[in-house]
Structures are given as C-alpha cells and as structure tokens.
C-alpha cells in the first residue's frame, strides 16, 4: 500500500461524456502527478501539481484538466470522451519540497476508465 | 520522449541474480537515474535512483557507469514476484517520462 488512494476504481461511461477523478496524495506529500496508461501509448505523464499550483504540463489534452485542492487532494476532470480515452489513470505524490531536490514518487492504485 | 533504451524482454531463474541494462547516451549532468516496475496493471512502484555513484537499498543496487552513459539495475535473488515490467527513467525535475520498459520474467 503506497498511501496514494483514487476514486473511483473502475468507471464505465459513455462517449461525449465528461467524468472526475479523484486522488489524495500521501499524507505529507505536496506534489501531485497524473498519468495515463492505455494498451498503445504506454505510461504517458499529464500533468503535475504542486501545493495548489501546477508544475508541469505533459501530453495533457485540452479537453482534460486538473487542479489541486487545499488540503492537496487532486482531481483529473476528463470531457467530451472518446473511445480513445478509455485507459488507466494513475495519480502519484511525493514529497518534493524544490525543484533540486529529487524524491521517489508513490504511485495509486489507479482508476480504469471504460469509454463506451 | 523517452531518454533511454531498454531490451524490451529478458528472462531470470527463480534465485539468480536479474540484470537489467538501460542505455541513456544523451544524459545530462544535473540528470538522475530513477527506476521504477509495474507489477501487471498495478500503479507503478518506486525502486532506486541515483545520480553517478552505485547506489542500494533493500530492494536493488543500482550500477552507473563512470561515463553515466548506462546503467545496469540488479536484483540479487529474482523470485517470481519479481515478474514485472521494469522502467528506466532520467530526468532532472521529477517529471517522469516512462518509455517502454523491460518486461521481466522469473522463471521457476
């Protein structure tokens, strides 16, 4: 058990849809990340949250977006589904306090999104 | 993009030592070596990094070379919970950037 929980684990919605997803970081960790895993892309890194601010942006479409909360938990706001958007989305904290400094991240369990 | 390069496969005996080379040529000098494994479709789980000198922990050791251009993860005693697919990462920022990965599997 990592510490890292995500809500929900499994979601099966339609396409044209829009969903949330839910992760609360380790108790303690300020830094947030989320990655998406489908069968063909791999494990692509979206987006990253610090302390309420983001990061860092990667392969992040404009039709997701994210944000980080006071009391550090995250949410991954996913619209206008397509059938592609149908993976597994991890959230990750660690406890980074700058940017030389360089701490391991722990990774959730992950939510399964089914696009259908 | 990925800033290394993996063996997509490779194949241990249960109790012998499981090697895990990665090639990262174009690493910089203020990059680290971070390498994480992903056991079936679990979230990824955090083993080792380092900078340039050989690092271990309860889980692995971590070899660098003196030039940084690659590095050789070991597992001293694989057992077959130990089947997973392993990522090799650099970066200078915590951002991680997973490419393919190494797909290891003990055998008994």
């Known amino acids: 058990d990592s510490g890292v929980t995500q809500t929900p684990k499994h979601l099966i919605t339609a396409t044209g849809q829009r969903v949330t997803l839910r992760c609360s970081p380790r108790s303690g960790d300020l830094s947030v990340y989320w990655y998406q895993q489908s069968l063909d892309q791999g494990l692509q890194f979206l987006i990253q949250?610090?302390?309420?601010?983001?990061?860092a942006k990667g392969n992040i479409l404009e039709r997701f977006s994210a944000q980080q909360f006071p009391d550090l938990h995250s949410e991954l706001n996913l619209s206008s589904l397509e059938l592609g958007d149908s993976a597994l989305y991890f959230c990750?904290?660690?406890?980074?306090?700058?940017?030389?400094?360089?701490?391991?991240?722990?990774f959730g369990p992950g939510t399964r999104l089914t696009v259908t | 993009d990925a800033k290394t390069t993996q063996p997509p496969s490779m194949d241990c005996a249960e109790g012998r030592a499981a090697n895990l080379p990665c090639n990262h040529s174009t690493i910089s000098g203020n990059e680290y070596v971070y390498w994480y494994r992903q056991i079936h479709s679990q979230g990824p789980q955090y083993i080792i990094h380092g900078l340039k000198n050989n690092e271990t922990n309860e889980m692995a050791s971590l070899i660098i070379t003196e030039d940084r251009k690659s590095s050789t993860l070991i597992l001293p005693h694989a057992t077959l919970r130990d089947t997973a697919v392993y990522y090799c990462?650099?970066?200078?920022?915590?951002?991680?950037?997973f490419g393919a990965g190494t797909r290891l599997t003990v055998k008994p």
């Open positions: 949250y610090y302390n309420g601010e983001e990061r």
């Open positions: 990462i650099v970066t200078n920022n915590n951002d991680m950037r």
């Open positions: 990750a904290s660690s406890c980074r306090l700058s940017s030389g400094d360089h701490y391991e991240q722990y």
